[in-house]
T-cell receptor
Framework: SQQGEEDPQALSIQEGENATMNCSYKTSINNLQWYRQNSGRGLVHLILIRSNEREKHSGRLRVTLDTSKKSSSLLITASRAADTASYFCATDAGQKLVFGTGTRLLVSP | NAGVTQTPKFQVLKTGQSMTLQCAQDMNHEYMSWYRQDPGMGLRLIHYSVGAGITDQGEVPNGYNVSRSTTEDFPLRLLSAAPSQTSVYFC???????????FGPGTRLLVL
């Protein structure tokens, strides 16, 4: 079974709006990562947050981690059409890096 | 640096055939892994390796074999292809488990 589950499964917004997607996981983790995948291509790393961190920023991205709730959120501010992609969270479960099911984000001009 | 390379990009197999998907990285990464991605789904871990000579099973290892004789290469073997193995296969590498994963471009496999 998947370690991480993203919510919502799909999100449609207008350019300039903020996009928030959530990830819940099942077991204790050392870190959580977010990745982006453009249609049919390999995943690209966005940001990594360690279990002792609560918030991290990278450009227009803001990631939060709540280990007590076993959840994380990814916020993309001032979204652009080029942000259209699928976004996945990934958690380290023992020796394995396990991905969630993804959120498909569509940003319309 | 070429990063992570995968060959072939696309392959069509008949049921029962065997083949090897190649994965190579030139970043001296210890951790390598294989995932499969089915339509509308996330990535499922097939096998992974924490270093040369060491491999282990992921979530969906049945029907696949791997070996890691060198740090650079991590081939994935389909022993007897089945239609259920039709998927896109991604190889990834990183310095370690808790580090940024670098993905290859993927191999699209169709099993008839």
């Amino acid at each position: 079974s998947q370690q991480g589950e993203e919510d919502p499964q799909a999100l449609s917004i207008q350019e300039g709006e903020n996009a928030t997607m959530n990830c819940s996981y099942k077991t204790s983790i050392n870190n959580l990562q977010w990745y982006r995948q453009n249609s049919g291509r390999g995943l690209v790393h966005l940001i990594l947050i360690r279990s002792n961190e609560r918030e991290k920023h990278s450009g227009r991205l803001r990631v939060t981690l709540d280990t007590s709730k076993k959840s994380s959120s990814l916020l993309i501010t001032a979204s652009r059409a080029a942000d259209t992609a699928s976004y996945f969270c990934a958690t380290d479960a023992g020796q394995k890096l396990v991905f969630g099911t993804g959120t498909r984000l569509l940003v319309s001009p | 640096n070429a990063g992570v390379t995968q060959t072939p990009k696309f392959q069509v197999l008949k049921t029962g055939q065997s083949m090897t998907l190649q994965c190579a990285q030139d970043m001296n990464h210890e951790y390598m892994s294989w995932y499969r991605q089915d339509p509308g789904m996330g990535l499922r871990l097939i096998h992974y390796s924490v270093g040369a000579g060491i491999t282990d099973q992921g979530e969906v290892p049945n029907g696949y074999n791997v070996s890691r004789s060198t740090t650079e290469d991590f081939p994935l073997r389909l022993l007897s292809a089945a239609p259920s193995q039709t998927s896109v296969y991604f190889c990834a590498s990183s310095k370690g488990l808790g580090e940024t994963q670098y993905f290859g471009p993927g191999t699209r496999l169709l099993v008839l």
